[in-house]
């Protein structure tokens, strides 16, 4: 069996689907036909988690890899009487982001723009400070305009942005996060072959309190559920001062745990087990991994691990710079040895569910 490998033009077409949360099938869609080839069912459950399963010994664990088809979006709250777009954010955005952007609205895709005030205008206070009160620009006059357009408050903005190289195999673009990790699935699913049954899922609404984890977490009821994500990386000049904890071209994150603040309020803890599992499996075929605690964010593991009364659960995630911008900076052969890894923790057996989260 060869190595698993991410395909780039997996991810260019994973990131033009637009995947707003709540809105995310097209993403869905795409990763669907993707995957479908390589295992031997696929369904939606009523949340809109995709599940794609590839069947193994009964008797064997049941293993879950996840990663989401959201992004981070806007949703059209009003439209003015003078046609522009008032909104607000979904997800973890930064307003440092907004100003300048173009974005793409609705279901016909209409382009607009985030103007921010003019610098000529500004106070000097203004100008060192985060642009506030700001609209999406789509060349309307009127509200009738807007209607004209097939736009209407309760759409969805989503940066107007697609996939770059950059030198060294790296990539910038809109949605790395978490449309890489979906990559990554693929790359696992074309190669695959264990006796375990193994569901590949692409859950919704992660951005905004994974929702679609919940579900999926029920729908599946796994043995050992891994999140895929992407891991703030801090390897550039205006990240953390200090030694770099996540680098790019480190390796693939196995996380410790994560959560909402300095304490890992509301976040997951992964134990020793699970860690000791996906970290040997990746030391097994030579994947060096960077071990952390990602702090003030959370995966959708959070969710799989208290499913049903308790699973184990993990996360393997891609360092990335600018995490939650439009330029989401990241390195193919992270991507790659993530998939190594994890094709290689499907062919090492794990527990079962009888066997509890001790020792």
Same mark, same amino acid.
């Given at each position: 069996?060869?190595?698993?490998?991410?395909?780039?033009?997996?991810?260019?077409?994973?990131?033009? &689907?637009?995947?707003?949360?709540?809105?995310?099938?097209?993403?869905?869609?795409?990763?669907?036909? *993707?995957?479908?080839?390589?295992?031997?069912?696929?369904?939606?459950?009523?949340?809109? =988690?995709?599940?794609?399963?590839?069947?193994?010994?009964?008797?064997?664990?049941?293993?879950?890899?996840?990663?989401?088809?959201?992004?981070? &979006?806007?949703?059209?709250?009003?439209?003015?009487?003078?046609?522009?777009?008032?909104?607000?954010? +979904?997800?973890?955005?930064?307003?440092?982001? *907004?100003?300048?952007?173009?974005?793409? %609205?609705?279901?016909?895709?209409?382009?607009?723009? %985030?103007?921010?005030?003019?610098?000529?205008?500004?106070?000097?206070?203004? $100008?060192?400070? +985060?642009?506030?009160?700001?609209?999406?620009?789509?060349?309307?006059?009127?509200?009738?305009?807007?209607?004209?357009?097939?736009?209407?408050?309760?759409?969805?903005?989503?940066?107007?942005?697609?996939?770059?190289?950059?030198?060294?195999?790296?990539?910038?673009?809109?949605?790395?996060?978490?449309?890489?990790? +979906? &990559?990554?699935? @693929?790359?696992?699913? $074309?190669?695959?072959?264990?006796?375990?049954?193994?569901?590949?899922?692409?859950?919704?609404?992660?951005?905004?309190? @994974?929702?679609?984890?919940?579900?999926?977490?029920?729908?599946?009821?796994?043995?050992?559920?891994?999140?895929?994500? %992407?891991?703030?990386? =801090?390897?550039?000049?205006?990240?953390?001062?200090?030694?770099?904890?996540?680098?790019?071209?480190?390796?693939?994150?196995?996380?410790?745990?994560?959560?909402?603040?300095?304490? +890992?309020?509301?976040? @997951?803890?992964?134990?020793?087990?699970? $860690?000791?599992?996906?970290?040997?499996?990746?030391?097994?075929?030579?994947?060096?991994?960077?071990?952390?605690?990602?702090?003030?964010?959370?995966?959708?593991?959070?969710?799989?691990?208290?499913?049903?009364?308790?699973?184990?659960?993990?996360?393997?995630?891609?360092?990335?710079?600018? #995490?939650?911008?439009?330029?989401?900076? *990241?390195?193919?052969?992270?991507?790659?040895?993530?998939?190594?890894? *994890?094709?290689?923790? %499907?062919? #090492?057996?794990?527990?079962?569910?009888?066997?509890? $989260?001790?020792?």
């Amino acid at each position: 069996m060869s190595e698993p490998t991410v395909e780039f033009e997996d991810v260019e077409r994973l990131v033009a &689907a637009r995947g707003p949360p709540g809105d995310e099938y097209p993403v869905a869609a795409v990763f669907e036909e *993707l995957v479908e080839p390589h295992v031997d069912a696929v369904f939606y459950d009523p949340m809109g =988690n995709l599940i794609a399963t590839s069947e193994g010994d009964p008797d064997a664990p049941e293993l879950m890899f996840a990663a989401h088809t959201d992004e981070l &979006a806007l949703l059209v709250e009003e439209v003015t009487d003078d046609g522009f777009l008032e909104f607000v954010m +979904l997800g973890g955005h930064y307003k440092g982001n *907004l100003p300048g952007q173009e974005v793409r %609205i609705g279901p016909e895709a209409v382009p607009g723009v %985030i103007g921010p005030k003019s610098r000529h205008r500004m106070t000097d206070e203004e $100008r060192e400070s +985060l642009a506030e009160d700001l609209v999406i620009d789509v060349g309307a006059t009127s509200r009738s305009e807007v209607a004209a357009l097939d736009v209407e408050p309760g759409d969805h903005a989503t940066w107007d942005r697609t996939v770059t190289r950059l030198a060294n195999d790296r990539i910038a673009g809109r949605a790395l996060d978490d449309r890489v990790p +979906l &990559a990554v699935l @693929l790359a696992v699913a $074309r190669e695959e072959d264990a006796d375990a049954t193994v569901h590949y899922v692409a859950t919704t609404q992660e951005e905004v309190g @994974l929702r679609g984890a919940r579900a999926a977490g029920h729908s599946v009821d796994p043995d050992v559920a891994v999140a895929l994500e %992407i891991f703030p990386a =801090n390897d550039y000049p205006s990240g953390v001062d200090g030694r770099p904890a996540v680098e790019v071209d480190g390796g693939p994150v196995v996380e410790f745990g994560d959560g909402t603040s300095e304490y +890992l309020f509301g976040g @997951l803890l992964v134990d020793r087990r699970t $860690r000791s599992w996906l970290t040997g499996s990746a030391r097994a075929v030579d994947v060096s991994v960077q071990e952390a605690v990602m702090l003030r964010g959370t995966t959708d593991a959070t969710e799989f691990q208290g499913v049903r009364g308790g699973r184990h659960a993990g996360a393997v995630a891609v360092p990335c710079r600018y #995490t939650h911008s439009p330029v989401e900076t *990241l390195s193919l052969a992270d991507a790659n040895e993530a998939a190594v890894a *994890l094709a290689e923790a %499907i062919r #090492t057996p794990f527990p079962d569910r009888n066997e509890v $989260r001790h020792g």
